[in-house]
């Protein structure tokens, strides 16, 4: 993981989660919630937001271990 412009970005594979996959309820992969993250980082200017964001998806979202693992670890990054 590494911080550009005070940009997180994660290291690892990205995917994006197609609107079939989420209608399906197939829980998101640790590459789908990268490119998340990426497009957050993006679009969401506000660190406690992007945290609200992260622990919200960690707790209610529909995602594997190892994409919450993912979040967990962009939590810690982000100091929250």
Known sequence: MTMASSKI?????REERTLDQARAGIPM??????????????HTK???ARAA????????????DDGKDVYR???ARLGA
Do not use: F, H, W
């Open 9 to 13: 970005i994660l290291e690892g594979p």
């Open 29 to 42: 992969n640790a590459a789908q919630v990268r490119a998340c993250i990426d497009e957050m980082e993006k």
């Open 46 to 48: 506000s660190k406690s």
């Open 53 to 64: 964001l992260a622990r919200s998806a960690i707790r209610i979202g529909r995602i594997t």
């Open 73 to 75: 670890e962009y939590l």
